[in-house]
């Protein structure tokens, strides 16, 4: 390269004897101008961009531009951005896979070298979502849980071991080990990277983009990153640079001390809830004050972690002493902490006492007004106070998921366990799970629930009978320090047994209820709740007749166990009776902040050594699969988890020119806040939906149905199961719930598979409508992938979240957005009118792009809608009809 700043930049840094080569901030702001107050993660993208600069993909002018921000906090420009690393997991991460494989199909065919069909950045997957909650409640959970995962997802597991030998930098992290994001922040994650260039060691910033929401949990290590569709981070791997806009970054300020009784749970509800409003979508947000001095990396992780929940890109956490301290604990080198110490010093990183950099907006936070707090019943932004909690309940019974029920019906059963008459009321928590990465990352939220089960055991407090407890980690070493504080027992006593290392309850792996709970549900139409310390409450997700769902932070999981309904007042009502029938309240079992603190002391550096020496090793079930050694899959035609897609059946070396949308029908109309979920379930197939016929047709019994997300790597079960989650309301067909709607013209109603299998048989193309946040929740490619297969060729909504609109384009969708103020509503729509859509050949980033809409009595309307395409790359990928067409026709061209 022969770029003046990518080559000024350039020097070096001795750290404890290594001497390592870096591209520097400070000298390239010797032209650039003063960057000391740019944010620290932009200081990040900086790195990236002198490091990478080409004056090809990475022009002087994009950094200039970068350097501009400082000017007016917001920069118009469109960069070009490489990540060090991609992190997977195995339910986005099996796709990913699967179109890999598929891709050397392609480039065989076409004539090419599938050896060039590799990754190029290194790709750590970790099997961590296929774990269900089945056994429960005993000591035998977990062997038994972990033997039916291995046994369903055999066929998964195979495959992937293939893709783990015929890949190279692919590695794969075992199922029962841990949760993808925990294992980063406590082992994949290095802070700063380095490696042999040029026979010189570079050190730069760890950088990343992974294929679920919460890989910005990352960013508390202040690691850049955050999650994208399973087709950005394939483009990734394969050397396609991110292509995203400068982002705005909003400040947002920490300070004070939490109270004492006040969880890093209910400070995260916290600031989601603030930065939901304030409006962060597609922005970074950035954490600086000094409460920063006395907030645990853990911590940070809980509120990193939740990025998608308040909407922001990233929550990112600048390097400092805290994060030195957590690297050291947690086993990194001496030789690494130095590293991440010198560079960020060296580079601007490092935050300093009373550091104020340049934000495009802030908002701030005394941290000891921050009080115990849940979220629920379906958004985790919607933040409740603790004592609020049964008014919020009794208002949910006024949503429109429960608008049908006219009475709640107690209904008494019998307890399969106990052979003891229960009744079961309205309100139950019939769900109480201690899972997920966002609190199974944090030692004081998990011993502050073993030291709440201790006192309630001794005080002989016993769970609920119906409410479903489970434990599942988000790595053995919480298994170790929970082992070591004396407090597993009691968690194991109240029914909190380990269930497995993975991705449970938040999910939708939260297994099936007790039978005869599930009746009683059912019989009288109860509301019940679940109580869950994860991250996502959406509707629907995580227990089909659950429908509440409560965030909060793993003791109030077991309180809530405890007192086994959401109608009760933890703040004032008892939660139980102690042996001698005398009230037992929240604040007798609570733990004191010096008892957490003492527990949390013994969490050591050898824990984490000890399960991470072997972390890629695998249990000898998952050492004995017996896999190909070819460079091309061997797909297998009866397999109903794996099989070939046909993404890439008719393509050819050359891209067929954009057409025009013509005579489109509307296959959903669909409202506010419809989340990926409500497109793509990850959770139970029901028997008589067309993806439980297709797997009867198949031979698979019903008890062998396994969820969505675990047959991800099956096109032809994920096509039926769009737009299947069972609490989808499609306007087309109003008092529906579920993925139904009408085939135009006339009221034919039918699943929406059916529906679009017809449309297809007559050459029609399909368009969805939808209100605001499109495509909100996780970043889930097949959101994208099951419309396409469908036949959808433009969604149209008011506005959509970041991840869903960049898989839309990478699968070959028109975004467009509603001009300002039109919605569905305001035109009338009811699902009978034509679309079309003209002149796409002149489609330009963020254009206007007319549509005309012809409604049935003839009448026509032509809309000025927003294309949103927003970047030059992803024209281009729309273009070539998706990015994985684009990165093959590269590899041919090479």
């Not at 929401?213 to 955050?226: K, P, R």
């Not at 994860?534 to 405890?562: C, D, M, Q």
């Not at 001009?819 to 729509?829: A, E, I, S």
């Amino acid at each position: 390269m022969s770029s003046t700043l990518h080559n000024k930049a350039r020097t070096t840094l001795d750290v404890k004897g290594q001497r390592y080569s870096y591209y520097s901030l400070p000298r390239a702001a010797e032209q650039l101008g003063d960057l000391t107050r740019l944010p620290k993660s932009l200081k990040v993208l900086m790195e990236n961009l002198l490091r990478w600069q080409d004056e090809d993909s990475v022009t002087e002018a994009d950094i200039v531009a970068l350097a501009g921000w400082l000017k007016q906090a917001h920069a118009d420009r469109e960069i070009a951005y490489r990540p060090a690393r991609v992190l997977m997991q195995d339910f986005t991460g099996v796709p990913a896979v699967v179109d890999l494989a598929a891709m050397r199909e392609a480039v065989k065919r076409l004539g090419g070298d599938v050896a060039k069909v590799n990754p190029l950045s290194p790709v750590d997957l970790v099997i961590d979502h296929s774990v269900t909650v089945d056994r429960f409640g005993d000591d035998d959970a977990f062997e038994e849980n972990v033997r039916l995962e291995m046994e369903r997802n055999h066929e998964r597991y195979v495959f992937l071991r293939w893709g783990q030998k015929a890949f190279n930098k692919f590695s794969v992290v075992p199922p029962g080990t841990g949760i993808c994001h925990q294992v980063n922040l406590e082992y994949l994650g290095k802070a700063v990277w380095h490696e042999q260039q040029d026979g010189e060691e570079l050190a730069y910033p760890d950088t990343l983009v992974g294929t679920d929401s919460h890989t910005t949990m990352i960013n508390a290590l202040g690691v850049l990153g955050w999650g994208v569709g399973g087709i950005e981070a394939e483009a990734a791997m394969l050397g396609q640079p991110v292509s995203m806009l400068i982002p705005d970054v909003v400040g947002f300020k920490l300070t004070g001390k939490l109270k004492p009784g006040i969880t890093a749970t209910d400070l995260v509800l916290t600031v989601t809830q603030m930065l939901r409003k304030h409006g962060v979508v597609g922005k970074f947000v950035e954490f600086y004050g000094d409460g920063l001095d006395d907030l645990p990396l853990a911590d940070r992780a809980t509120i990193a972690n939740m990025a998608p929940e308040y909407g922001a890109t990233c929550g990112f956490f600048p390097v400092d002493a805290v994060t030195l301290g957590y690297m050291t604990l947690t086993g990194r080198s001496s030789e690494q902490v130095s590293l991440v110490e010198a560079y960020a010093k060296a580079q601007g990183m490092w935050r300093n006492p009373g550091d104020e950099p340049v934000f495009t907006s802030s908002l701030a936070l005394d941290m000891n007004e921050v009080e115990a707090s849940l979220a629920g019943p379906k958004r985790p932004q919607d933040r409740v106070a603790l004592g609020d909690v049964p008014k919020a309940f009794q208002a949910s019974n006024e949503l429109e998921i429960n608008q049908s029920q006219k009475q709640h019906k107690a209904i008494t059963y019998t307890d399969s366990k106990t052979g003891l008459q229960q009744t079961l009321k309205d309100g139950a928590v019939v769900i109480s799970a201690i899972t997920s990465c966002t609190n199974t990352s944090n030692p004081s939220v998990l011993m502050a629930a073993g030291l709440l089960a201790k006192k309630a055991v001794s005080l002989g407090l016993k769970r609920q009978p119906w409410a479903k407890a489970s434990l599942a980690p988000g790595s053995k070493v919480v298994s170790d320090y929970l082992a070591t504080a004396g407090l597993t027992t009691y968690l194991d006593q109240l029914g909190f047994n380990l269930v497995g290392y993975g991705c449970t309850t938040c999910i939708g792996n939260s297994g099936p209820l007790p039978d005869e709970v599930e009746t009683a549900i059912k019989q009288g139409d109860l509301t019940v709740g679940a109580v869950l310390s994860g991250n996502r409450n959406f509707e629907g997700r995580i227990h089909p007749y659950v429908k509440t769902n409560w965030l909060a932070s793993p003791p109030l999981v077991v309180a809530y166990a405890l007192a086994g309904n959401m109608n009760i007042n933890l703040q004032q009502d008892p939660i139980g009776q102690d042996k001698a029938g005398n009230p037992v309240y929240l604040k007798d079992i609570w733990p004191s902040p010096e008892e957490i603190a003492e527990a949390v002391q013994l969490v050591s550096t050898d824990m984490f050594h000890k399960e991470y020496a072997e972390v890629f090793e695998g249990t000898p079930e998952w050492q004995q699969i017996k896999v190909s050694e070819a460079a091309t899959y061997d797909w297998d035609e009866g397999s109903t988890y794996i099989r070939l897609s046909p993404f890439f059946d008719h393509m050819g070396k050359v891209p067929d020119p954009v057409k025009d949308i013509k005579g489109a029908r509307i296959l959903a109309m669909l409202g506010d806040s419809v989340t990926t979920d409500h497109i793509s379930p990850a959770g139970s197939i029901k028997a008589e939906s067309p993806a439980g016929r297709y797997l009867l047709d198949h031979g698979v019994e019903r008890n062998d149905f396994n969820s969505y997300g675990s047959r991800r790597g099956n096109h032809e079960v994920m096509m039926r199961g769009t737009f299947a989650n069972i609490r989808i309301r499609n306007e087309m067909v109003p008092g529906v719930e579920g993925g139904v709607t009408r085939f135009v013209p006339g009221d034919e109603q039918l699943a929406i598979y059916d529906a679009a299998m017809k449309y297809q048989q007559q050459g029609t193309p399909l368009a969805v409508i939808a209100g605001k946040e499109y495509g909100s929740g996780s970043s889930r490619d097949w959101a994208a992938k099951g419309p396409r297969l469908l036949g959808v060729r433009v969604v149209i909504s008011e506005s959509f979240e970041r991840i869903h609109r960049s898989n839309l384009i990478g699968m070959g969708i028109l975004p467009l957005e509603f001009p300002q103020g039109v919605t569905r509503k305001t035109l009338g729509l009811t699902g009978d009118e034509w679309i079309d859509v003209e002149n796409l050949t002149q489609l330009k980033p963020g254009g206007t792009v007319n549509v005309t809409l012809t409604y049935a009595d003839g009448r026509k309307e032509v809309l000025e809608t927003r294309c949103r395409i927003d970047t030059g790359n992803e024209l281009t990928y729309y273009k070539n009809d998706g990015i994985l067409h684009y990165v093959i026709r590269n590899m041919l061209d090479a």
